[in-house]
């Protein structure tokens, strides 16, 4: 299984970027794919996840700015980023597990990694 992040970039406070990941090797309608981010000296937080015939969770920080969707037949997962602000800045990473876990939020809770995507926010 491979997961292959894109679409970061620098954008300016208030501004909009979209993220995607694209699965191969597996199934992709029976995993749940997430994002995941890392700033600079801080430790790697929950974003959003989405998992077959599951709601789609987001983190508080980012709940009603960025929308997380799934294309089962494309294999891809998408994250439109919007209102972002200069604490979004992080290194952005796609992770996928076969199937749900209640702990959809613990980034030890999945198996598959994609490379990370650079996001910078100027204020």
């Known amino acids: 299984v491979q997961l292959q992040a894109s679409g970061g970039g620098l954008v300016q406070s208030g501004g909009s970027l979209r993220l995607s990941c694209a699965a191969s090797g597996t199934t992709f309608s029976n995993f749940a794919i997430g994002w995941f981010r890392q700033a600079p000296g801080k430790a790697r937080e929950f974003v959003a996840v989405t998992g077959s015939g599951r709601p789609t969770y987001y983190s508080n920080s980012v709940k009603g700015r960025f929308i997380l969707s799934r294309d089962t037949v494309k294999n891809t997962v998408t994250l439109q980023m919007g209102s972002l602000k200069p604490e979004d800045t992080a290194v952005y990473y796609c992770?996928?597990?076969?199937?749900?876990?209640?702990?959809?939020?613990?980034?030890?809770?999945?198996?598959?990694w994609g490379q990370g995507t650079q996001v910078t926010v100027s204020s």
């Open positions: 992770a996928g597990r076969a199937g749900w876990h209640i702990r959809y939020g613990a980034d030890t809770e999945y198996t598959y």
